[in-house]
């Protein structure tokens, strides 16, 4: 890795990215309607830093995933889903006293009104994580290592463990950190702005979505976001609809130059089920990091990630083949910005099929 990529990638990683955080096995709802409503639901996963872990080994990296799940069958059921993503899960710890979370959710938007959520994960293996019994030499063994807010809310055990692993030292990785700013998670809603800001800034790569910021920090648009965050060396802000901008390069506050701003718009996308693209996205948008790919790649393969999961009815899918997302990325922007995807689009014939468009 170089330029905006680059991390102190030391002789020894085994991994090309390490993603440390709890997964739970997530209830899906048989149709649409309040939780109340709903008759049945079809058993998935779900956890940020596993999603990522996922879409990165069926992109053919080597990912590995860092955890505790509870000694049960839902705890099975994680490491091995996982594993069969091509995940290595060796470093996950099964925890005899504590269970597996889970949740159910609705089929909604998570950002409307309608859209509920009901944790079961209070006291859960992964919730007990620490610098005691997580070893650094597994978080710290890749190129880069994944984190994100979610973690932090667990627990003070788990938030200990994510200050001991974005600490200054000697070989660290490159250190990604997506915010993940979820207010029903914390206990003290009041000082989950200034953990996750401080944690922010520990970072190297930073992924913020614009309402997220607004609503933790109270900042609107990307350069308002990067004045309150100028440390991390790459800045992504997901903008929604619009698109992501990224700031890389020299830091605001150093003279040898202005950094670069990359805006790129979103896909025009057929959504099946709007849960899971974050995930994808970073996921996507790592895979090109750890390529050394330009900017405006990396955030291109991150929204063609995205697009993939958005088309399918879970967290999540397999990514597009390498080839044929390379092929939509060199797209010029004309070509780029009339691009619509639908159901079954990573499926199409990668050497002579054309993917849709209007």
């Not at 091509?86 to 996950?92: E, I, N, Q, R």
């Not at 895979?287 to 990396?298: C, K």
């Not at 922007?333 to 995807?341: F, G, K």
Request: charged share 20%; net charge negative.
């Amino acid at each position: 890795m170089s330029g905006p990529a680059a991390g102190a990638a030391h002789a020894a990683t085994t991994s090309d990215v390490v993603c440390l955080g709890e997964s739970m096995v997530t209830f899906l709802p048989s149709q649409p309607g309040r939780l109340a409503d709903v008759p049945s639901f079809g058993r998935a996963i779900g956890g940020a830093e596993s999603n990522v872990a996922c879409a990165l080994a069926a992109a053919g990296h080597r990912a590995k995933w860092v955890s505790r799940v509870g000694a049960d069958g839902f705890g099975d059921h994680l490491v091995e889903t996982i594993s069969r993503y091509g995940v290595d899960t060796s470093a996950v710890e099964r925890d005899p006293d504590r269970p597996t979370g889970i949740y159910f959710r609705t089929a909604t938007d998570r950002a409307t009104d309608t859209h509920e959520v009901a944790y079961y994960r209070a006291g859960s293996a992964a919730s007990a994580m620490s610098p005691a019994n997580v070893p650094a030499e597994d978080a710290l063994c890749g190129r880069i290592l994944h984190l994100s807010g979610i973690t932090a809310a667990l627990s003070g055990d788990c938030l200990s463990l994510l200050h001991s692993l974005t600490a200054p030292r000697p070989g660290r990785p490159l250190i990604s950190f997506d915010v993940n700013h979820r207010t029903g998670l914390w206990r003290d809603a009041d000082a989950a702005p200034a953990v996750l800001l401080d944690l922010a800034r520990r970072s190297d790569l930073v992924f913020v979505g614009e309402d997220e910021a607004e609503e933790a920090w109270g900042l609107h648009g990307a350069e308002a976001i990067r004045a309150a965050l100028p440390e991390p060396g790459v800045l992504v802000v997901k903008r929604g609809a619009e698109g992501a901008t990224v700031f890389s390069g020299p830091r605001p506050s150093v003279a040898d130059g202005p950094e670069s701003v990359t805006t790129v718009p979103a896909l025009r996308v057929d959504v099946v089920a709007p849960v899971g693209a974050g995930d994808a996205f970073a996921a996507g948008f790592l895979s090109a990091t750890l390529r050394d790919l330009p900017v405006r790649d990396r955030v291109r393969h991150g929204h063609l990630m995205a697009a993939a999961v958005l088309t399918v009815p879970g967290d999540l899918t397999d990514p597009p083949a390498r080839a044929h997302a390379d092929r939509l990325v060199a797209l010029d922007d004309t070509a780029w910005e009339t691009l619509r995807l639908g159901p079954g689009w990573t499926a199409a014939d990668r050497a002579s099929e054309e993917v849709p468009t209007p």
